[in-house]
């Protein structure tokens, strides 16, 4: 999940902007398991009250409003982060620590962020993604650096099952400190780092020297960040439009349009002769319509069609939008109604919808009007919602 200043003070300002009071939130999962559903599945293990999720390849990860931190999932390169290698099928909280305030699961690396503005990222490093200046796995939480200004961070990783990758796959993560400087590291073999080159870093590196960054968001193909009061910035793969400048790729952070709220990037490589990075942005203005571009042979973008777009195209105008979250091949998204809708691929039951059917246009997941927060990841996804 992309450009979210996550976690608790994330949550009590957003419920306040919108009016919301909630007295607790429940955690709900859906699509690939473990555990497998295609309607949301209430997940029980500390409670009801979280403050943070994240969805990415099969793992899960969730913050207590305790702010402990709890994952399950896939687990063979350490990216549930309880010093093990096997798969966990329950949340499972890491560590002791209680100073959690976010987190973000890529495909096989998972990055955390503390409330001393601290980061630490686990799993796999195949491509250098943990910024530890290594290629070495970790199978708990390593602070990246000594660092204690960090403000937010995203991540992803793609796993393949195919040479040449196999299932290490690629991945990188990005990070703004609360200077407002973008800092990347980890693959960066098409420009998704935008550091002006296609050559792998192992530790946190500056991209450019604007000190106007407010969130980024990430994907295997490209990244786009928000600086500034809303103007939008994207970099990386363009072969689907997923940059949204109607232009052609590029290494360094290109201009796309001012006005902007939030961002999210999606998508992944397919593995084709050459490799075809497929990759799709979803964005909300500051009116709250909802926007979508790049990549759409799966209707991820939710534009009713199948059919690419190179630039922001406004995805009906029947609502207004709170958050947008883009998976591998499908977006979900919650309403300022609450409501929550999901659109895109369903091969696992990711929509929520109770179905395998992929729907081109945001179909409602249930009828529940009190939903907060979304995350897309692979196949999977996992909201909170507030309950009165």
């Known amino acids: 999940m992309g450009s979210r200043t996550a976690g608790l003070l994330w949550r009590v300002v957003m419920l306040a902007a919108f009016g919301i009071v909630a007295s607790s939130c429940s955690l709900w999962v859906w699509g690939a398991g473990p555990p497998q559903s295609d309607t949301p599945l209430v997940v029980s293990s500390t409670g009801t009250n979280w403050a943070d999720v994240s969805a990415g390849g099969r793992t899960r990860c969730a913050v207590a409003l305790d702010r402990t931190l709890w994952c399950w999932g896939d687990n063979d390169h350490g990216q549930v982060g309880d010093g093990t290698t096997t798969d966990v099928s329950a949340p499972t909280q890491i560590g002791t620590a209680t100073n959690w305030a976010s987190v973000y699961v890529g495909g096989a690396h998972t990055c955390g962020r503390r409330i001393d503005s601290t980061l630490w990222c686990w799993g796999s490093n195949f491509n250098g993604q943990l910024g530890d200046g290594t290629t070495t796995d970790s199978l708990t939480p390593q602070q990246v650096g000594t660092d204690t200004d960090w403000r937010q961070v995203d991540t992803k990783s793609q796993r393949f099952f195919q ?17 407002g400087s973008l800092w990347c590291w980890g693959s960066n073999v098409i420009g998704q780092l935008g550091l002006g080159a296609t050559i792998q870093v192992t ?33 990386g793969d363009n072969t689907h439009g997923q940059l949204g400048t109607a232009g052609g790729s590029t290494t360094v952070p290109a201009p796309v349009s001012s006005g902007w709220r939030q961002v999210d990037t999606g998508g992944g490589v397919t593995l084709a002769n050459p490799p075809d990075p497929g990759g799709h942005t979803c964005a ?5 319509a909802l926007w979508c571009w790049g990549f759409n042979v799966y209707g991820q973008l939710g534009n009713g069609t199948t059919s690419d777009a190179a630039t922001p195209t406004r995805i009906g105008t029947a609502r207004d939008w709170r958050q947008v979250s883009t998976g591998r091949s499908h977006s979900c998204a919650v309403a300022t109604d609450s409501t929550m809708w999901c659109w895109g691929t369903n091969s696992g ?18 009828v529940g009007t009190d939903w907060f927060e979304v995350d897309a990841g692979a196949q999977l996804t996992i909201a909170t919602d507030n309950d009165f």
């Open 203 to 235: 530790v946190p590196t500056r991209v450019g020297t604007a000190s106007d960054w407010t969130a980024v968001a990430v994907s295997t193909t490209h990244s786009c960040g928000l600086r500034g009061s809303g103007d939008l910035w994207c970099w």
């Open 284 to 288: 909300i203005d500051q009116s709250d």
């Open 349 to 366: 039951g990711e929509l929520g919808d109770g179905t395998r059917t992929p729907r081109l246009t945001p179909t409602q997941v249930g």
């Open 163 to 179: 040479p040449p990758l196999f299932n290490d796959g690629i991945g990188g993560t990005c990070a703004v400190k609360t200077d």
